[in-house]
């Protein structure tokens, strides 16, 4: 990307599109498991299901990660 100066709003762009194989072939457990303690304290259940939040987190993992590996 540096050789071909590619602008930032592309590179998030790019990063995106290529972490869609990897979401779309993702096919186990979107479940969060939250410590008894943190559960008990806000009143919740200790196991969250996430579905597509979890791919959207994913995601913007994937994209974090690859940009902050480039500076």
């Known amino acids: 990307d540096d050789v071909l100066d590619v602008r930032w709003r592309w590179k ?16 186990g457990p979107t479940d969060l ?13 200790p196991v ?6 979890y791919r959207v987190f994913i995601c913007c993992i994937a994209i974090f990660c690859t940009n902050s590996i480039n500076i």
């Open 12 to 27: 998030i762009v790019l990063s995106a599109l290529s972490t869609l194989p990897l979401l779309l072939a993702y096919d």
């Open 33 to 45: 498991v939250l410590p008894s303690g943190v559960a008990a304290l806000l009143h919740i259940p």
């Open 48 to 53: 969250l299901h996430l579905g597509v939040l």
